[in-house]
């Protein structure tokens, strides 16, 4: 980031990996703040395209002359979960309608992925994050 460039606003999105493209969402939550959306729809696929169909936020910076920065973090854990147990969706009543089981090892798997976006100071406390995802997502948690 250049230090003399004046932030306009940072624009917060979650894109399929490697599918930007100038339709909405991208388009219509870019477009009013005048930066090339071509452009930064390029930029995101070739960085993001071999992470298969995975939802990934992305945290978009937009400067005051119209350019622009970026960065990428880690999928929602709640799609990792679902990626990890094959799951289409949660349950719609999480709390009485279980629709899997999450091992410990799953879990260590998940949280070490999301480790950095995670405020955890530990793989045990992202642990405890991640599971209490799962819980709310009506996945029975083992262990």
């Known amino acids: 980031m250049a ?3 004046k932030v306009m606003t940072v624009v917060k999105l979650q894109i399929g990996a490697g599918k930007a493209n ?4 991208v388009g219509s ?4 703040h005048g930066i090339n959306i071509q452009d930064f729809c390029s930029q995101f696929n ?5 992470k298969g169909d995975t939802i990934i936020p992305a945290e978009i910076t937009i400067y005051e002359d119209r350019s622009f920065t970026f960065i990428t973090k880690t999928p929602p854990a709640s799609i990792l979960i679902k ?3 094959g799951l289409p969706k949660g349950s719609s009543l999480p709390h009485k309608d279980k629709v899997g089981t999450i091992t410990r090892q799953q879990l260590e798997e998940i949280a070490t992925e999301k480790m950095p976006d995670l405020n955890a100071n530990d793989l045990d406390a ?10 709310n997502m009506g996945v029975r948690v083992e262990g």
Do not use: E, H, S
Not at 29 to 32: F, N, T, W
Not at 46 to 50: G, L, M, S
Not at 126 to 135: D, L, N, P, Q, S
């Open 3 to 5: 230090p003399n460039k």
């Open 22 to 25: 100038p339709a909405p969402p």
């Open 29 to 32: 939550a870019l477009g009013p």
């Open 46 to 50: 070739n960085i993001t395209k071999d």
């Open 83 to 85: 990626q990890k147990l």
């Open 126 to 135: 992202a642990v405890k994050i991640i599971a209490g995802t799962a819980r």
